[in-house]
């Protein structure tokens, strides 16, 4: 059955859907021509985009007739994995394998599509996800330097992100956040976002001249790096959640 929204005005407003209430973050954007949904990849909120001249209350009706599709999109979610022997990691686009050698080095080693471990079982996801981190750091870095050097700007500092909402950011003073989990994507898909957050360095929107000055610095091609992430983004956020 499908649940009304709330009707106080002060609250965030919210969906009722496969049991779980998600919040409706609606968002104007300059170039949107038409209103567009969709599941944040964790499932904890439902982001709608709309035309600078629509009404929010559009918005949420929208959401309300899309229920079933929620519904659909809510379940279909990867169930959380556990990051144990014999399970498997995402790191830069490869599924690793995790072995487990009590003797072996307490820090993760990659070896022959393996992610190899040693030190007690029972720390193992911790030092995985700490593994994981430092690599996301170093390859963000390196990625950082190399676009603003192409953007002509000086390098931004640079923090790692656990949102559940956005890959990455650009604050107004030019700090940038990228979440750490791209460092299980392909190198492509992480370098199309660093790449993105650099370009609004030069352009702080979306403009026709942003995406011209993106273009024009990405070796790759955008297009494809965000349909990855449109289709295996939710998967990034398993296991660790």
């Not at 519904?71 to 994995?81: G, N």
């Not at 000055?213 to 990405?218: A, G, H, Y």
């Amino acid at each position: 059955m499908l649940d009304w929204l709330r009707r106080d005005p002060r609250a965030v407003p919210s969906l009722a859907v496969a049991g779980r209430e998600l919040p409706i973050v609606v968002r104007r954007l300059d170039r949107a021509r038409r209103m567009t949904m969709r599941l944040s990849p964790d499932g904890s909120e439902v982001r709608i985009s709309i035309p600078t001249w629509a009404r929010t209350a559009e918005a949420l009706a929208f959401a309300r007739s899309r229920h079933e599709w929620l519904e659909r999109q809510l379940t279909a979610l990867p169930t959380k994995s556990t990051v144990a022997p014999g399970a498997t990691i995402r790191f830069r686009g490869e599924a690793l394998a995790i072995r487990h050698e009590p003797a072996a080095r307490r820090r993760p080693v990659v070896d022959a599509g393996m992610l190899l471990i040693g030190g007690p079982e029972t720390a193992i996801e911790a030092r995985v996800r700490r593994w994981l981190q430092a690599e996301a750091r170093a390859l963000l870095a390196n990625d950082l330097e190399h676009y603003c050097a192409l953007a002509g700007r000086p390098t931004s500092s640079l923090a790692l992100s656990n949102a559940a909402r956005r890959w990455g950011s650009c604050a107004a003073n030019g700090a940038i956040r990228i979440n750490w989990r791209l460092v299980m994507a392909p190198d492509a898909v992480r370098r199309s976002v660093v790449a993105h957050e650099v370009a609004h360095l030069v352009h702080f929107d979306h403009s026709p001249a942003f995406h011209a000055c993106l273009d024009r610095m990405f070796e790759g091609d955008v297009a494809a790096a965000n349909t990855w992430l449109k289709r295996e983004g939710r998967g990034l956020y398993q296991p660790f959640g």
